[in-house]
């Protein structure tokens, strides 16, 4: 049969270089399921079992590879159901395409089954959206789209009515008035900084006694950089969490992740510094930056947009932050005086101690802490991590040592529940290789990690390396939620909001032919740990672990500690528990004490 538009628009994408598409069929994209089965082999085309997670996977696939993520739903239902994992592609910057289908363009207009106003639904989380209703126009609409995701590493959307998908293609439009001749060729963009602006950024940074360094998700690629001017500025370190790889936490000089979920010497160093230089973040909290006049700042990042906006900066320098800080780095003074350094060693020395020390406390049946730290030194130096959003996040950002070659990643600037599964699925396609690990709460395996092992089941078999393990955090409570409650609203748990019913999510695993681990001995931990990274097949690995553990921020204000109490007061169901770990983790370490 002669190559429809359906055809034609996954012939473009293959000149742009997409291998693999996230996606799930349906009656508005049929034409392009059919495409896709004659595309076969040029694609790897991955069935998820809901909407969301396609787009969840197509931005984890960006994040893993530096590639351009894309995702396929059907009209209607299936294209909202994309929304979810779009907007948290387009919240932690990384490209991905959205192709979906709609109504016959005949029949738009006309309240027709299914026919959703897409270009407006989409018109926020994009930033191109555009319909197809001809076929002349697919090759300019595919290769603006694949080209504005790329270079502006945004989320676009391509709609295609499902009569214009079987259309007759046409590869070259007609050579007459509004006609346009796109091409595949890439356009990045390479902002550079103005040597007079390098310069104003050195003297700042040559001028201060306590750097602090503050690196987020745009600081990946510029590791031994953010290393050498450390070691130059006789500077700290801190990670914004989407950072937390940026830098190996065996350096003395990295203080490990920052915020609610970050460690008291990344407080430190940002509460003592005089001198300040952002990389590659947009870290949202300024409460936990310097306060607003105790220390001059730069900041280095690739969009204008995003400089300046947490933290009154002098010198903004937008580039690529590994291109700018070789630039920068001829230019700073080696600072000999070392003893703003040297405090901070101590305090990561201390908060070190602290974590492991904490990671002890008893609990009832495990402390969720030690989960993280015993696995943290048995993670091969390859792996690459997925976290969700919930309470466990807080163990993964504060006892997990990142090494040099791991990544790591989760939900950011969304914090969606529900991305860590569909997260890890994504790394693993990308890295058959490599040892992938999802760090999930109970509550989001319920939301939706137990349907995406069904995708795990269908695919695991074609992977070189079968280390694929989904760690699951059993506590039966929305746990973060819960603590948020306390310690922001000053209200107990509502159990029947927040409790989490039981589920064998192990047992599970092992009807779908996985290896299943089940632990609530604390003693048990690391051998669990190591039967699970040795298996021949998926690991599903579930600890039952104490919900009244308190993830502790590293400086407690006093409305939090106000609204805490005020929780206890009020009847909190976990009273007495919720006491005595605050009390045994508010005294434990060594830093706590002094």
């Known amino acids: 049969m002669a190559d429809t538009v359906g055809d034609f628009i996954l012939r473009r994408l293959t000149d742009w270089g997409v291998q693999r598409i996230f996606g799930y069929p349906g009656d508005g994209i049929s034409g392009l399921m059919g495409a896709l089965d004659r595309a076969n082999p040029r694609f790897d085309y991955v069935r998820v079992r809901h909407e969301e997670m396609s787009a969840f996977m197509a931005g984890g696939h960006a994040k893993f590879t530096g590639e351009i993520g894309v995702c396929l739903a059907t009209s209607g239902p299936g294209a909202l159901h994309l929304l979810a994992g779009l907007y948290d592609a387009k919240g932690d910057h990384v490209p991905v395409v959205a192709i979906v ?6 029949s738009l207009g006309s309240d027709f089954q299914q026919e959703v106003a897409l270009q407006a639904v989409f018109s926020d989380v994009c930033s191109y959206c555009q319909m197809i209703t001809e076929p002349a126009q697919a090759r300019h609409v595919v290769d603006r789209a694949m080209r504005i995701a790329a270079s502006e590493r945004a989320i676009t959307c391509i709609i295609v009515p499902n009569d214009v998908q079987l259309m007759p293609a046409i590869s070259s439009p007609p050579r007459s008035h509004g006609s346009n001749f796109s091409s595949t060729a890439p356009a990045t963009r390479h902002p550079v ?7 104003a950024a050195a003297h700042i940074l040559n001028a201060g006694e306590k750097v602090a360094l503050l690196v987020g998700a745009g600081a990946l690629s510029a590791t031994d950089e953010v290393i050498e001017v450390c070691e130059i500025l006789g500077a700290g370190v801190a990670k914004a969490l989407l950072g937390k790889a940026a830098v190996p936490d065996d350096l003395s000089f990295v203080t490990g992740s920052i915020g609610l979920l970050g460690t ?32 001059r700042a730069v900041q280095i990042d690739l969009d204008p947009r995003n400089v300046g906006i947490r933290y009154p900066t002098e010198v903004n320098l937008i580039g690529d932050s590994a291109d700018t800080l070789r630039r920068l780095l001829p230019l700073l003074n080696y600072k000999a005086d070392r ?32 989960v993280f730290s015993e696995l943290s030194p048995r993670l091969p130096s390859n792996s690459i991590l997925c976290g969700d959003s919930g309470s466990h996040t807080n163990w993964y950002a504060r006892n997990i040592r990142m090494q040099r070659g791991m990544m790591g990643s989760l939900s950011g600037k969304l914090a969606s529940m529900g991305s860590g599964v569909p997260y890890a699925i994504a790394a693993k396609m990308a890295h058959p290789d490599r040892p992938v690990i999802a760090m999930v709460g109970d509550g989001a395996m319920q939301m939706n990690g137990n349907a995406e092992l069904v995708t795990v089941q269908q695919y695991w078999r074609r992977w070189e390396n079968p280390c694929f393990i989904v760690m699951v955090l059993v506590n039966h409570d929305l746990n973060q939620v819960t603590w948020e409650q306390r310690a922001l609203a000053g209200d107990p748990k509502y159990p029947s909001a927040q409790d989490v019913i039981d589920f064998p999510y192990a047992e599970y695993g092992r009807l779908l032919g996985f290896k299943a681990i089940h632990v609530d001995n604390p003693n048990a931990i690391g051998s669990a740990w190591e039967e699970a990274l040795a298996a021949d097949r998926p690991v599903v690995i579930e600890f039952i672990t104490d919900p009244n553990v308190p993830p502790l921020p590293p400086h407690i204000t006093l409305d939090q500690a106000t609204s805490y109490l005020g929780a206890l007061i009020k009847g909190d169901p976990n009273q007495w528990g919720i006491i005595k770990q605050s009390t045994k983790q508010f005294f434990s370490g060594r830093s706590m004490r002094s």
């Not at 900084?193 to 310069?199: F, I, M, Q, V």
């Not at 008291?264 to 607003?292: H, I, N, R």
């Not at 350094?341 to 802490?369: F, G, M, Y």
Request: charged share 25%.
């Open 101 to 106: 289908g709609q109504q016959s363009a005949r």
């Open 193 to 199: 900084p103005s040597d007079t602006e390098l310069h």
């Open 264 to 295: 008291k010497a990344s407080w430190q160093l940002m509460s003592q510094c005089d001198t300040l230089l952002m990389v590659g973040t947009t870290f949202p909290y300024s409460e936990f930056l310097p306060p607003e006049g105790a220390a």
């Open 339 to 370: 003893s703003w350094r040297k405090t901070v060693e101590k305090n990561v020395s201390d908060w070190w101690h602290d974590v492991e020390d904490k990671a002890l406390e008893s609990a009832d049946p495990i402390n969720p802490q030690r």
